[in-house]
């Protein structure tokens, strides 16, 4: 079957609006040094103008008042929006909520929807996501947060860390270890947990690389979390018992396509920082434009650039037309090689401004930390290489080796001129 990346023309409408739309309206808030309630002020009036647009939550089907978009289309929406970060959040794709309501649009029950989904979706909760741990990070399977059965309820004893929007969030999707005796990936189970509960104690916003101040804009920071002895009813199980890690990977495969596409259009915000400066900067007799170390990274960046966006519209395609199983080699892949197309970008675009490139005069600086991060987030690059690298190294057999001495091509060669030889000497 021939790969086809291509929208009706209406949709291609739709993102020549969008990408007006968040240069002229949406990034001219990042100058702005506000707090949170001002921020939601600020960005209400267009979060309405989004959804008269249908583009409000694209990522959720139309009952759930999404716009039901495969991969293909969201990916190239997401490339959209990830020029500005504000952005995906006055789109209602923001992470970590866009993620949770996916997960929980598969796998709650209509009466958990009713209490969490569709508030998330209306803006009026939000949410965070539980899972990783001090001691359990790129591998979930050595989790140790214990979620324990006490008559009607579970019984949640646990550390965890990095848990985004965790400290400002109404509710968090707890993973948990129900049955330490199951095999690994039927152990954990995912838990919703009123943020209010008894027992669930914020202990800091994590400051980062990416936010030395351990709170971001439009979200919370990255959160520490103690569960000491936190009751839930049993039945804020979302799916069923030991689904955890079934849920989890769900949640996490088209996430990780958005989150390369965001990356795309970060770095072709970075490219085009980049080559204005290139055209416009005289140095040393002549603009930037015209050295030829300069056109090197024009050319090298332009070329990343279109690799990894083929390879991210390639695991959509993948996903939308093969399921989510079919796509992982790719979604594998992308994870890695998007999040180094990011960082390079940005690091040319950096060196060719000088110092003021360093500087927070220009949003390169901050673009800069997070590409760090994404060679991090969703696990690290080196975990998505293993996978790849294991999925396309089953497909091949070993050679058979023979178990007695083969003739070298050389011990071949002489045999055969040898045999010739004979034959002359016998025709004389």
């Known amino acids: 079957m021939a790969w086809d990346f291509s929208t009706e023309p209406e949709f291609e ?23 949170q309630d001002a921020l939601d002020r600020a960005t209400a009036p267009l979060k309405e103008e989004v959804r008269r647009r249908g583009l409000w939550a694209a990522h959720l089907p139309p009952e759930l008042g999404g716009g039901g978009f495969g991969q293909v289309k969201l990916g190239l929406m997401h490339e ?34 009713r209490e969490w989904l569709y508030p998330l979706l209306e803006g009026k909760l939000r949410s965070a996501f539980s899972m990783t741990e001090p001691g359990a990070g790129a591998d979930p399977t050595l989790l140790t947060t214990r979620a324990v059965r006490d008559g009607s309820e579970w019984v949640i004893n646990g550390h965890k860390w990095f848990t985004s929007n965790g400290s400002i969030a109404d509710f968090l999707i707890v993973m948990a270890v129900t049955d330490p005796d199951a095999e690994p990936r039927r152990r954990a189970s995912m838990i919703v947990v009123p943020a209010g509960a008894p027992g669930v104690r914020v202990l800091r916003d994590v400051p980062s690389m990416e ?7 439009l979200a919370g920071g990255h959160a520490e979390i103690r569960y000491d002895d936190v009751r839930v009813p049993m039945a804020n199980l979302i799916g069923g018992e030991g689904d955890g890690f079934l849920l989890a ?18 770095s072709r915000r970075a490219f085009d920082m980049l080559c204005e400066r290139a055209v416009t900067r005289y140095a040393h007799g002549s603009v930037l434009a015209d050295k030829q170390m300069i056109q090197d990274w024009v050319a090298s960046s332009a070329a990343e650039m279109r690799a990894a966006r083929l390879m991210t519209l390639h695991a959509a395609w993948t996903m939308d037309t093969h ?32 110092s003021l490139g360093y ?35 089953s497909r091949y057999d070993p050679a058979e080796v023979p178990t007695e001495h083969v003739p070298t091509r050389r011990e071949a060669a002489r045999a055969k001129f040898a045999a010739l030889l004979g034959q002359f000497s016998a025709d004389d």
């Open 80 to 113: 959209v929006l990830g020029a500005s970060t504000h952005a995906p959040a006055v789109f209602g794709n923001s992470a970590p909520d866009s993620g949770n309501a996916e997960l929980l649009a598969l796998g709650a029950t209509e009466e958990q929807k």
């Open 211 to 217: 936010d030395p101040s351990g709170r971001f804009g």
């Open 359 to 393: 500087t927070t005069d220009l949003p390169l600086e901050s673009m800069y930390r997070y590409a760090r991060a994404a060679r991090i987030y969703d696990g690290p690059d080196e975990v998505h290489k293993v996978t790849l690298a294991r999925m396309i190294l």
């Open 13 to 35: 409408e739709e993102l020549r609006w969008m990408r007006d739309f968040v240069r002229a309206e949406i990034m001219p808030l990042e100058t702005l040094d506000l707090e």
């Open 323 to 354: 399921g989510s199983r079919a796509a992982r080699a790719d979604i594998a892949m992308i994870k890695f090689y998007g999040a180094s197309v990011l960082y390079n970008v940005i690091d040319r675009a950096i060196q060719v401004h000088g």
């Open 249 to 266: 990977q769900k949640r996490l495969g088209p996430g990780r396509i958005h989150h390369c596409m965001r990356w795309l259009g970060q």
